[in-house]
Structure formats: structure tokens, C-alpha cells
């Protein structure tokens, strides 16, 4: 798979989780904040669709404002919840310009493949894991992946071969 396409998660995630996600994108665009969908839904546009109950974004330093002694809100008329649905934000971290490329012109996109990947490797959580393993046997690019980790966190490239190597375990058995 080449191009995230959120179309495909239509059919497998709960339309109201669906409905959340457009609302928040278009209050986000109206409100001039770059951003890009990753998490569950990213998975599924990026050819593993599965069911997810939330939202997430990675959106730029508009979506926040800050306030004396580091107390972070978010900006005036960006919902945390939408049809009873949660809507995560998150930030890139100062040294992860690689990541924040992504919000470069975007507004509401799914997040690519091996940034995609980057996250889910970074945040390691079993849960992760699994859409790493299944995004890989659905066909992402590993090289493309490999050579973005190579670039910007080469020690996520052990973790993310084993992980490889475990799909092509599974895909053999399959």
C-alpha cells in the first residue's frame, strides 16, 4: 500500500467513531490547526483495518495554548470528545522534526506508513506491536519503513526487523 486511504476503515469501524473523526477534522481545519489521523484509524488506512473506540491526531502547537507555570489547555473550540467518542492529541517532541513533517500542508490525512510505524515502535505497547506486525503482512513498504527509522531513530530498526521477521513467521504458517 502506497497512499493511506481512510475509505477502508468506513466499513469496519463504528460509524459514530468514523462521524467523530471527520467533525473533529473539519472544526481543526476551520480553526487553521494542521493535523494528521494516526493511531487505529491510521492502521486501517494504511491496509489493516480494525475496530478502535477513539480518535487520534498529532497536531501542530496551534491546537494548544499555554499557560503560566506549564499548565497546557487545549485552544477555544477543540472538542476532547465528540458523539461520546474520545479525541486524543498529539505533539511531536522537539527533536522529532521527521515527525512533524507530516503536518506540513495536511489537514486531516491519514499519517504515512513509516511514520505510522516510528509511533507505534516508539510507544511499544502490545497493542502496538500487533498493528506493526499486521501492517507489515498487509503490505506496507518495509523498506521505505526501514530506511525512515535508519534516518531518524536507528534504535528502533532492531525492534521494528523483529517485528518483520515475525510477520514473515506468520504469513509462512498462514
Do not use: W
Not at 80 to 96: K, N, R
Not at 100 to 116: E, N, Q, T, V, Y
Request: charged letters at 25%.
Amino acid at each position: 500500500m502506497s497512499k493511506p486511504d481512510l475509505s477502508i476503515v468506513e466499513d469496519i469501524v463504528a460509524p459514530r467513531v468514523v462521524g467523530a473523526m471527520r467533525t473533529t477534522s473539519r472544526l481543526l481545519s476551520e480553526l487553521q490547526v494542521n493535523h494528521v489521523v494516526v493511531g487505529g484509524l491510521a492502521v486501517g488506512a494504511n491496509g489493516y483495518p480494525r475496530a478502535t473506540k477513539d480518535v487520534d491526531f498529532l497536531v501542530s502547537d496551534a491546537a494548544f495554548l499555554t499557560k503560566a507555570g506549564g499548565i497546557v489547555l487545549l485552544a477555544p473550540g477543540i472538542p476532547f470528545q465528540v458523539d461520546g467518542v474520545a479525541i486524543d492529541y498529539l505533539v511531536a517532541s522537539s527533536d522529532e522534526a521527521h515527525l512533524a513533517a507530516a503536518l506540513d500542508g495536511s489537514f486531516g490525512a491519514a499519517i504515512d506508513a513509516p511514520r505510522l510505524i516510528y509511533m507505534k515502535l516508539k510507544a511499544n505497547r502490545l497493542r502496538d506491536q500487533l498493528d506493526v506486525v499486521e501492517l507489515i503482512k498487509a503490505g506496507v513498504d518495509r523498506d521505505a519503513c526501514r530506511s525512515y527509522l535508519q534516518a531518524n531513530a536507528r534504535d528502533l530498526v532492531e525492534l521494528f526487523d523483529r517485528y518483520a521477521q515475525q510477520a514473515a513467521t506468520e504469513q509462512t504458517s498462514e
